[in-house]
């Protein structure tokens, strides 16, 4: 529906927000965000640049991201996005962004100079926002948006709690490992694992880089494709990973329907031991309990065969208003943005990861770990095809179900083929 709408009013006479007629009276710039944690940097950052250049940067908080999400898309059927923004949605949508023409193409820019802005950028910084030839959205392949910083996610762990257990052997490298420390966790009255599993995003995350492991990439990809079925042993012993973790006790009470701030809150309180989450988080436990004693490491390695791998690489990025009379002045402003200094300062500030790979430095050891972990990162958009959004769905809700014993992970792979089978149906259809 949102990718029809935006096709329909792509030639629609150029309208303009509010914000931006008024902005016309002098230099001003304005920027939509869903990043709360980093309004007041990028409040600081904007100063600075009206400092030194003369042009305002009015930065506009919405959050959180679903009403963010809600409101970037009424702006674009009524043709009233403002200058600079970001797009929270699948692939799918984003393209149909681009295709409406509310997207600049950055590649022009990002390759001037013998690419020297695009030097600037650990690679996998630029994934998501990167259309490669042949993509099955029909872009012109190019660079249609500007990172501002990279993300990766890993397991936390307490070394307070786990030293409390009698954990001499440090974070778990294996499964075995894993399941093990979260049994001698419980034996200790300590949950050994939260993560907001309530949001499918965070299960089907986890899952996916478990089976990367179990694996392999190329058999991941030819699942995706429709050539190996779930019903594919290597998917089931996926999907029982999980049916151990709830079988062993270590989980979380209410660990399935958790929202992903509350297993924060758990964490931070020191009532679990271990934690699934992302880079971003570590300003979030900062804040809540700055005394916490953290480590991170990677997912437990199940198979020997294949390379762990987590889930990561592109984190948040800008896109500018294709349609903007001043998107020249955006231009330089996202350039200006993610140059060293700025960048270390956003670093520094909130304890995200910066796009510039040249800010590592600036950074506190636990970051560094995060950063390291970027070469062992995938992600959905380096894959040529994707699969289909009610497949993930179905997936992500199959798991709760096996953790609370009320479906086999044979159940679930079956489920999954047949609601592919229907999407296989359903899109030729179209």
């Known amino acids: 529906m949102l990718c029809l709408a935006l096709l329909l009013i792509c030639g629609c006479s150029g309208g303009q927000n509010p914000d931006q007629a008024e902005a016309g009276k002098g230099p001003m710039l304005v920027a939509w965000h869903w990043m709360a ?51 929270l949605a699948e692939p799918r949508d984003y393209a149909s962004f681009i295709k409406a023409g509310y997207v600049e193409e950055f590649t022009p820019y990002m390759e001037e100079n013998n690419g020297e ?33 990279v993300a990766t996610t890993l397991f936390f762990y307490n070394k307070k709690l786990f030293a409390q257990a009698g954990i001499k052997s440090g974070p778990p490298r294996s499964f075995e490992e894993f399941i093990a420390a979260g049994r001698k966790l419980k034996d200790s009255n300590i949950y050994g694992f939260v993560s907001g599993w309530g949001e499918v995003w965070m299960i089907t995350r986890l899952a996916d880089n478990f089976a990367w492991n179990i694996m392999g990439g190329d058999k991941v990809l030819a699942t995706v494709k429709g050539d190996v079925a779930y019903t594919d042993p290597d998917w089931i012993r996926v999907f029982s990973l999980f049916q151990e973790m709830g079988d062993s006790g270590m989980l979380a009470s209410g ?16 009532r679990a031991a271990m934690a699934f989450n992302g880079s971003w988080s570590v300003n979030v436990y900062k804040g809540m309990n700055p005394d916490m004693d953290l480590g991170v490491f990677l997912p437990p390695r199940v198979s020997p065969d294949n390379e762990v791998k987590c889930w990561g690489g592109p984190g948040s990025s800008f896109k500018v208003n294709a349609k903007s009379p001043k998107k020249g002045e955006a231009v330089k402003f996202l350039k200006w943005l993610t140059e060293e200094k700025q960048q270390a300062f956003l670093a520094e500030k909130t304890l995200n990861l910066p796009a510039n790979r040249h800010c590592l430095t600036h950074l506190p050891p636990i970051m560094k770990e995060f950063a390291v972990a970027l070469k062992h990162a995938v992600h959905q958009n380096q894959m040529p095809v994707s699969e289909y959004p009610a497949v993930v769905e179905a997936m992500g809700k199959g798991v709760q179900l096996i953790i609370l014993g009320q479906k086999t992970p044979e159940q679930l792979g079956q489920e999954l083929e047949a609601i592919k089978r229907q999407e296989k149906k359903r899109n030729r259809r179209r």
């Not at 043709?79 to 970001?86: A, Q, V």
């Not at 660990?255 to 020191?270: D, G, L, P, R, W």
């Open 117 to 149: 802005w695009k030097d600037k950028f650990f690679p996998q910084a630029l994934v998501v926002d990167t259309f490669t030839e042949g993509n099955q959205f029909g872009i012109k392949p190019g660079i249609y948006g500007v990172p501002i910083d």
């Open 37 to 87: 944690d980093r309004e007041e940097a990028f409040q600081e950052l904007s100063a600075r640049y009206e400092q030194e250049t003369g042009v305002k940067v009015d930065f506009q908080l919405f959050a959180p991201s679903d009403a963010y999400g809600s409101k970037v898309i009424a702006a674009a059927q009524t043709n009233s996005l403002p200058d600079i923004y970001g797009i």
């Open 255 to 270: 660990i399935v329907t958790m929202a992903n701030k509350y297993a924060e809150q758990n964490f931070a309180n020191q």
